[in-house]
């Protein structure tokens, strides 16, 4: 893992140091599963599971915080047999889904999903006429439920394509009272102002977490990032790790360790695992 942060070795020590009351976060796509053309066929890196046990065993707590619904996670991720795995070490996995608005965990493991937000069914109906306005009409189109997300990288220039619909999204959304959120050839539209950054802050405070690491790497991630800073500034120990790409440097300034994408994950959590397990007990 590459260092991007002078003081990025304290953090990680210090991280390493509070153990069990420490919470390990993960986005889905480009973290735990490599980025690939359909996003339905997004599974979860064959190595990453193991690593999280791994190092998850050692920590208080594990949570997928991902824009996908949280069904979608589960099956792609195969995460009901990691919290199987989790919960025989002691420990618990949260999915977070949706940016947070979905969730399940090992010790309720029922989908909490509230009503689509107003506005989504109004947009999804408006949308073709949109990806036709900016000459994207094959587009792929995500149904979320509460959400909708617009895919171009399956375009001949999916860079280009992006470009011309996300001033055309997100006017249509503002039209239907909804956020938008940009991601690694993929615009997102949905409801309410809920994000990640709420989602880490929330369950850090259901935990009582003493310390947190968050592994991202699109701008999805960018509120859990700014979440993680502001709970270290109030003493808790924070570590930043960004799933780096070509393709999406956004986090990078923010980082206080950068890893090569999904394969870096699994290295950087197999290396946690193991300094965890080589702490002095207190």
Not at 22 to 28: E, K, Q, R, S
Request: with cysteine.
């Amino acid at each position: 893992m590459e260092h991007l942060h002078a003081d990025a070795a304290q953090r990680y020590a210090d991280l390493v140091a509070r153990g069990s009351e420490a919470v390990l976060g993960l986005d889905f796509d480009g973290t735990l599963a490599p980025i690939v053309e359909d996003p339905t066929r997004a599974r979860i890196h064959p190595d990453a599971a193991a690593a999280v046990l791994a190092a998850g065993r050692h920590l208080g707590a594990v949570a997928v915080i991902t824009g996908r619904p949280v069904r979608q996670a589960l099956d792609l991720g195969d995460l009901a047999e990691l919290s199987d795995g989790l919960v025989e070490a002691g420990r618990e996995l949260f999915v977070l889904g949706q940016y947070g608005n979905e969730r399940w965990s090992s010790s309720h493991p029922e989908v909490v999903v509230p009503p689509v937000p107003a506005g989504v069914d109004a947009f999804a109906a408006d949308l073709p006429a949109a990806l036709r306005s900016a000459d994207a009409a094959d587009a792929y189109i995500e149904d979320k439920g509460l959400a909708v997300a617009v895919h171009t990288r399956r375009l001949a220039d999916a860079s280009a394509a992006y470009n011309r619909l996300l001033p055309v999204l997100g006017a249509l959304a503002d039209t239907h009272g909804l956020t938008v959120e940009p991601g690694r050839q993929v615009i997102e539209v949905r409801g309410g102002e809920t994000h990640k950054g709420e989602a880490v802050r929330t369950l850090a405070a259901e935990l009582d977490a003493r310390g947190f690491c968050f592994v991202g790497d699109d701008l999805g991630d960018v509120e859990a990032f700014r979440a993680v800073e502001e709970l270290r500034a109030d003493g808790m120990a924070g570590l930043l790790v960004c799933s780096g790409s070509e393709e999406q440097p956004a986090l990078r300034d923010l980082a206080d360790v950068l890893v090569p994408g999904p394969d870096g994950v699994v290295a950087f959590l197999r290396e946690l695992a193991a300094d965890l397990a080589a702490r002095p007990l207190a």
